[in-house]
């Protein structure tokens, strides 16, 4: 059993230092179903690759597409300050192979808090509470915990929680034009997978270099909810997470993301 690549999305979250390893704390792909898993996967890889070609240098207007892309960005985001949802979720590495599949539940609150559970292929945890995060491996019996502004550091998948503005400036955000051959999956994949063809996607690159997370792409569906999203990273691996069950509002219990560590775990703090 690999634990570090069970808690893949939220591994993002956590640097080097904690029992998950960089070679498996890359990025997500999800999906559905096991062709349009594979169909996605090729496909995002192109849309990837052929993003990684473009020339660094920006003319003088960047700043102001991306501003506008950050405006529209946090517009969408702002109306999610809750999200709950399945997910199905694929991991591929640099030659396209599958290399990870796990389905299971996401819950997020603005700001800064989010709980991630693995049903399949076995069961992890992992709850980002605002100040520190938590990886619970029931298997080992240990709980690694992290100061999560450590953890997030730099990493694009803390815009998703966060509505500070210091932290925004530290990246890069552009809408994907739906049109383009790049990014837009053939043969209906976008319709199938987002319920619609009324889609935004906008992909977010750190500013400093050598993280671990190179780029992460969001979608959202016609009903402007988060539908898919996927990061490349700095090994050349993909992940995808494609959502179902979407929820906006719903009822918060108080300990959604709090962590109730049995006596006979080792707790191993690194905060």
């Given at each position: 059993?690999?634990?570090?690549?069970?808690?893949?999305?939220?591994?993002?979250?956590?640097?080097?230092?904690?029992?998950?390893?960089?070679?498996?704390?890359?990025?997500?792909?999800?999906?559905?179903?096991?062709n349009m898993g594979n169909n996605n996967a090729h496909e995002v890889v192109s849309a990837h690759q052929a993003?990684?070609?473009?020339?660094?240098?920006?003319?003088?207007?960047?700043?102001?597409?991306?501003?506008?892309?950050?405006?529209?960005?946090?517009?969408?985001?702002?109306?999610?300050?809750?999200?709950?949802?399945?997910?199905?979720?694929?991991?591929?590495?640099?030659?396209?192979?599958?290399?990870?599949?796990?389905?299971?539940?996401?819950?997020?609150?603005?700001?800064?808090?989010?709980?991630?559970?693995?049903?399949?292929?076995?069961?992890?945890?992992?709850?980002?509470?605002?100040?520190?995060?938590?990886?619970?491996?029931?298997?080992?019996?240990?709980?690694?915990?992290?100061?999560?502004?450590?953890?997030?550091?730099?990493?694009?998948?803390?815009?998703?929680?966060?509505?500070?503005?210091?932290?925004?400036?530290?990246?890069?955000?552009?809408?994907?034009?739906?049109?383009?051959?790049?990014?837009?999956?053939?043969?209906?994949?976008?319709?199938?997978?987002?319920?619609?063809?009324?889609?935004?996607?906008?992909?977010?690159?750190?500013?400093?270099?050598?993280?671990?997370?190179?780029?992460?792409?969001?979608?959202?569906?016609?009903?402007?909810?988060?539908?898919?999203?996927?990061?490349?990273?700095?090994?050349?691996?993909?992940?995808?997470?494609?959502?179902?069950?979407?929820?906006?509002?719903?009822?918060?219990?108080?300990?959604?993301?709090?962590?109730?560590?049995?006596?006979?775990?080792i707790i191993d703090d690194q905060r």
């Amino acid at each position: 059993m690999n634990k570090a690549v069970s808690v893949y999305f939220v591994s993002a979250l956590v640097t080097a230092g904690t029992a998950m390893t960089a070679a498996n704390a890359a990025v997500e792909l999800g999906t559905t179903g096991s062709n349009m898993g594979n169909n996605n996967a090729h496909e995002v890889v192109s849309a990837h690759q052929a993003n990684a070609t473009v020339n660094t240098s920006q003319p003088k207007t960047s700043s102001l597409i991306n501003d506008s892309a950050s405006t529209s960005l946090q517009a969408l985001l702002s109306n999610m300050k809750q999200f709950r949802a399945s997910f199905a979720q694929t991991v591929v590495d640099a030659q396209q192979n599958v290399v990870h599949e796990a389905q299971g539940t996401l819950t997020m609150t603005r700001p800064n808090k989010l709980r991630w559970e693995t049903t399949f292929p076995d069961e992890t945890l992992l709850v980002a509470d605002g100040e520190a995060v938590w990886n619970v491996d029931t298997f080992v019996e240990q709980v690694t915990v992290l100061s999560q502004d450590n953890a997030i550091k730099d990493n694009p998948i803390v815009l998703l929680t966060s509505t500070d503005e210091a932290t925004w400036s530290k990246f890069s955000i552009s809408q994907l034009n739906s049109g383009s051959s790049a990014l837009k999956p053939e043969k209906g994949a976008a319709d199938n997978i987002n319920g619609g063809s009324a889609t935004k996607s906008y992909q977010i690159t750190p500013k400093e270099q050598g993280g671990q997370i190179a780029t992460l792409t969001l979608t959202f569906n016609q009903d402007s909810e988060l539908a898919s999203l996927n990061m490349l990273d700095a090994q050349q691996q993909i992940s995808t997470l494609v959502f179902s069950n979407i929820e906006t509002r719903f009822p918060v219990p108080a300990d959604t993301f709090s962590v109730d560590i049995p006596d006979s775990f080792i707790i191993d703090d690194q905060r």
